[in-house]
């Protein structure tokens, strides 16, 4: 079903976007950069937290490193990651398929801006073998992000 519903966002809101599917999971950042050939960075993770009574969901750079104190500041609560149950119950997407495309429930989605080193990134499309591949300010426009700066940035080993 989640697979699904990112198809049907796209279908409506970017029609030229293809969701595409891999033989080989793509559940974690480095699994994904084998599975769609780009580098870890280019992955674009992510994050679903509740601060405080809010679930939010960041979208951040594959080797990038959410920074507490930040998103603390930002949203002015401690930072929780959902649990496995409630992050499919909520975005109706599974633990590696999450991204902000055909959510469950509407929740405000957050850009780090740790993506804009990139021009396209590859995001999860709701499933462990789907993503697609989008430039990073068309997914911030297409899912009403907000750019913010809550990571910092690591370098690869």
């Known amino acids: 079903m989640s697979l699904e519903s990112v198809r049907a966002f ?20 480095v699994l994904a950069a084998e599975a769609y050939g780009v580098e ?3 992955i674009a993770k992510t994050l679903s937290l509740r601060v405080g009574d809010r679930v939010v969901l960041i979208v951040t750079s ?9 998103v603390k500041a930002l949203f002015g609560g401690k930072p929780k990651m959902l649990g496995f149950d409630e992050v499919a119950e909520i975005t109706g997407h599974e633990v590696g398929g999450v991204c902000p495309f055909g959510l ?4 405000a989605v957050y850009c780090d801006v740790s993506m804009k080193a990139f021009d396209i990134v590859v995001p999860a499309a709701g499933s462990t073998h789907s ?23 690591r370098t690869e080993a």
């Open 10 to 29: 796209f279908a409506e809101k970017a029609p030229d976007i293809s969701v595409i599917e891999s033989q080989q999971s793509s559940a974690t950042v």
């Open 40 to 42: 870890p960075a280019r």
């Open 62 to 70: 594959g080797t990038a490193r959410m920074d507490n104190k930040k």
């Open 104 to 107: 469950k429930t509407p929740l």
């Open 131 to 153: 993503a697609v591949r989008i430039a990073p300010e068309r997914m911030a426009a297409l899912t009403s992000a907000e750019w913010v700066d809550v990571c910092e940035i």
